[in-house]
């Protein structure tokens, strides 16, 4: 029987004698997915609403049409629920959540349409590394938008509260409102 052993190349040795250069790849960072995320969130905004293009939704932000922020605020809370989810293998779930419109103002047809966008980040276990990354895509966040609205007074995008196991299971502080049945909150990504 032959010994094929000998007849085996390395793929990369080969690659390396050919002078094949081999892609880069590197994981996003916080700016450049930023800027992909409203990219994409004006664009989802333009679609729903009907509108010729993200100039349009960049005019309606500024003027605070309450339509355009919803639109735009779903879709950046879908894929920052995503990024995180790609980013930590601890992240279960993510929800969004609007508590900031009083009773008065929804009666009343009047909802409020203000930054931050609330989420609620359920995890296996809560992790420093998993705040610093929330912490940089919220600056990365403020930064690009105020650079695509001229809006520059915003201090925060992100209102993100982490909840692990324990606290869901015991119904301790947001945990608590992952099962409410007064004030649920709407899932954008789950594992």
Same mark, same amino acid.
């Given at each position: 029987?032959? +010994?094929?052993?000998? +007849?085996?190349?390395? #793929?990369?040795?080969?690659?390396a004698?050919?002078?094949?250069?081999?892609?880069? /790849?590197? &994981? #996003?960072?916080a700016?450049?997915?930023?800027?992909?995320?409203?990219?994409?969130?004006?664009? /989802?905004?333009?679609?729903?609403?009907?509108?010729?293009?993200?100039?349009?939704?960049?005019t309606? !932000?500024? %003027?605070?049409d309450?339509?355009?922020?919803?639109?735009?605020?779903?879709?950046?809370?879908?894929?920052?629920?995503?990024?995180?989810?790609?980013?930590d293998?601890?992240? @279960?779930?993510?929800?969004?959540?609007?508590? $900031?419109?009083? #009773?008065?103002? &929804?009666? /009343?047809? %009047?909802?409020?349409?203000?930054? #931050?966008?609330?989420l609620?980040v359920?995890?296996?276990? @809560?992790?420093?590394?998993?705040?610093? !990354?929330?912490?940089?895509l919220d600056?990365?966040?403020?930064?690009?938008?105020?650079?695509?609205?001229?809006l520059?007074?915003?201090?925060?995008?992100?209102?993100? %509260? =982490? =909840?692990? +196991?324990? +606290?869901?299971? $015991?119904?301790?502080?947001?945990?608590?409102m992952?099962?409410? &049945?007064?004030?649920?909150?709407? %899932?954008?990504?789950?594992?």
């Amino acid at each position: 029987m032959k +010994d094929r052993s000998a +007849d085996y190349t390395n #793929p990369t040795d080969t690659m390396a004698r050919a002078h094949v250069d081999l892609p880069h /790849f590197r &994981l #996003p960072d916080a700016d450049s997915t930023a800027e992909i995320i409203l990219a994409k969130a004006m664009e /989802f905004c333009a679609h729903k609403m009907g509108l010729s293009g993200t100039q349009d939704v960049f005019t309606r !932000l500024r %003027q605070g049409d309450a339509n355009a922020c919803k639109y735009c605020h779903y879709s950046v809370a879908k894929q920052v629920a995503a990024s995180l989810g790609m980013l930590d293998e601890n992240v @279960k779930s993510v929800y969004i959540i609007d508590y $900031d419109a009083t #009773p008065e103002d &929804l009666c /009343f047809g %009047q909802e409020t349409k203000t930054l #931050p966008i609330h989420l609620i980040v359920w995890t296996e276990r @809560k992790t420093q590394a998993l705040d610093a !990354l929330v912490e940089s895509l919220d600056d990365a966040l403020v930064h690009r938008y105020a650079e695509m609205t001229s809006l520059h007074k915003l201090a925060h995008m992100l209102d993100v %509260q =982490v =909840v692990d +196991d324990a +606290d869901v299971k $015991d119904r301790i502080g947001y945990g608590a409102m992952l099962s409410s &049945l007064y004030q649920q909150p709407i %899932q954008v990504w789950e594992r």
